[in-house]
């Protein structure tokens, strides 16, 4: 019988054990707690929930309810365990976190091809593999993992900007220009004085989200300000220092002329595009720890973002993970050497249930291979295809986390202004070219009530 090991007890781990067993492969799930606990960890069972308790909403023309959705219809463990845990939410799926853990954890220990081993791992197996060990990777085995991948070290990302979709711009005042003319490579916000000081005053009052005990000891107190990571300023921060700090710095204008009045704008946000496909623009210099909501208002008064839908949010806080673009292919599986996946935000993926994701389709993909069959890859028009093909993409040059969003999918064919209207069309798109993926590829296609 094929065997195999997965390397952590979280939601990622959880579930490429789970479709691993699934598919008659035998699984050795390596979990250091109760043994040794990371700085965010608590609870001794599996898939700990360590911040929220909510999976985000559950409605189908959402990009998390799509997800889930895509999930059930993939066999998911941690989807079918939090529907039978749930605690009201509106409209949202959260769960008791403890009887969520517990009813994984059940779940896992009960299978007859899952064997749990307690203790850090502190190297790779010769065995095939499932690397799902999270953001706060222990020290001896991200050891390991630098000489495997050739790297220095592994990412910290201590500050990303925002993303939103490019049909959201508004081309009428956002126009394509590099500086001094050389070529059109960005896209650029101008605003007058008058709009600078708006949205500079808006900046100034905007409220941070608060940090984490573990994130903490990672910043250091700036003249009284508020803590921030060294070498990575938020645009709030950088904006304390005066007001023309940041129009001097990543607002400056110098080498740009807005074709609306031939002239030099006051200050200038730049949009650089995200994806090969050019339906995301990030924010240029927007490193940012403002609070979601506030992200919107204030990011909201740039001009041509007025109506902009934001991808991804800003977000600060500590988090490991590796260069997927360059290491791991479409089904996570490291390119340099076969005998490892990886999955979980140590892929770049960010959010509960989008590292439960990746988690399936690397355990899928490991037990194809072990069965000597082809791997699987799911269409981009797929919410989890969109986020395989983000996290492996090589024209990512600065790579950071993402999340389930609908401006990862391709666009429909034909524009669609509703918004509710043009989420359940690509919603209903991505379930018809899922259940097609999975019969051209002899995959079970559940009915969602299974797990």
Same mark, same amino acid.
């Given at each position: 019988?094929? @065997? ?6 979280? !939601? ?6 789970? @479709? ?5 492969? &035998? ?56 529907? *039978? ?36 791992? /502190? &190297? ?16 001896? !085995? ?41 070529? =059109? ?11 600078? %000081? ?24 700036? +003249? ?43 200050? /200038? ?7 090969? @496909? ?8 927007? %490193?940012?720890?403002? +609070?979601?909501? *506030? ?11 007025? %109506?902009?839908?934001? /991808? ?16 791991? =292919? ?15 935000? !140590? ?36 919410? !989890? ?38 989420? @359940? ?23 969602? +009530?299974?797990?």
């Amino acid at each position: 019988m094929p @065997q195999a090991v997965v390397i952590g007890g979280g !939601l990622a781990g959880c579930e490429a054990a789970w @479709q691993l067993a699934a598919r008659g492969i &035998r699984v050795r799930v390596l979990e250091m707690k109760p043994q040794k606990y990371s700085p965010a960890h608590h609870y001794p069972g599996l898939a700990e929930l360590v911040c929220s308790n909510s999976l985000k909403a559950s409605r189908l023309d959402s990009a998390a309810g799509l997800l889930k959705e895509e999930m059930r219809r993939l066999g998911s463990l941690t989807v079918a365990v939090a529907g *039978e845990t749930a605690v009201e939410a509106g409209g949202a799926l959260a769960v008791d976190r403890e009887q969520f853990s517990d009813g994984v954890t059940r779940r896992i220990q009960a299978h007859p091809l899952i064997q749990v081993e307690e203790g850090e791992a /502190v &190297r790779l197996p010769e065995e095939p593999c499932v690397v799902a060990t999270g953001p706060l990777t222990s020290d001896a !085995l991200a050891g390991e993992l630098r000489r495997l991948l050739e790297r220095e070290s592994l990412s910290f990302y201590d500050a990303a900007a925002p993303i939103v979709t490019a049909e959201s711009i508004n081309r009428e005042i956002v126009f394509a220009a590099s500086r001094y003319d050389r070529g =059109d490579g960005y896209l650029n916000c101008p605003m007058n004085r008058e709009e600078y %000081q708006r949205f500079y005053d808006a900046l100034l009052t905007g409220e941070r989200a608060p940090l984490h005990d573990f994130d903490k000891e990672n910043f250091s107190e700036i +003249k009284d300000e508020l803590p921030v990571y060294e070498g990575c300023m938020p645009i709030e921060i950088m904006a304390r220092r005066g007001a023309d700090t940041i129009r001097y710095g990543p607002l400056k204008p110098v080498g740009l002329r807005d074709p609306r009045t031939g002239h030099r704008p006051w200050a /200038v946000v730049q949009l650089r595009m995200e994806n090969a @496909q050019g339906t995301m623009y990030n924010l240029v210099g927007f %490193q940012t720890n403002l +609070k979601f909501g *506030e992200q919107k208002r204030i990011f909201s008064l740039i001009p041509g973002l007025e %109506q902009a839908e934001f /991808v991804r949010y800003g977000v600060m806080h500590r988090n490991t993970f590796i260069d997927s673009p360059r290491l791991l =292919d479409s089904g996570f599986r490291l390119k340099k050497d076969g005998r490892y996946w990886f999955a979980g935000q !140590l892929t770049g993926v960010e959010g509960y249930m989008e590292s439960a994701a990746s988690g399936i389709l690397a355990g899928i993909n490991l037990a194809r291979r072990l069965h000597g069959n082809a791997g699987l890859t799911l269409p981009r028009t797929t919410m !989890l295809g969109a986020l395989a093909a983000y996290i492996s993409d090589p024209y990512v040059k600065r790579f950071q986390p993402m999340g389930a969003s609908m401006g990862i999918l391709p666009s429909l064919s034909e524009p669609v202004r509703d918004k509710k209207l043009r989420y @359940q069309l690509l919603a209903e798109r991505s379930l018809a070219d899922l259940a097609e993926a999975l019969r051209e590829g002899n995959e079970t296609i559940y009915s969602g +009530k299974e797990g």
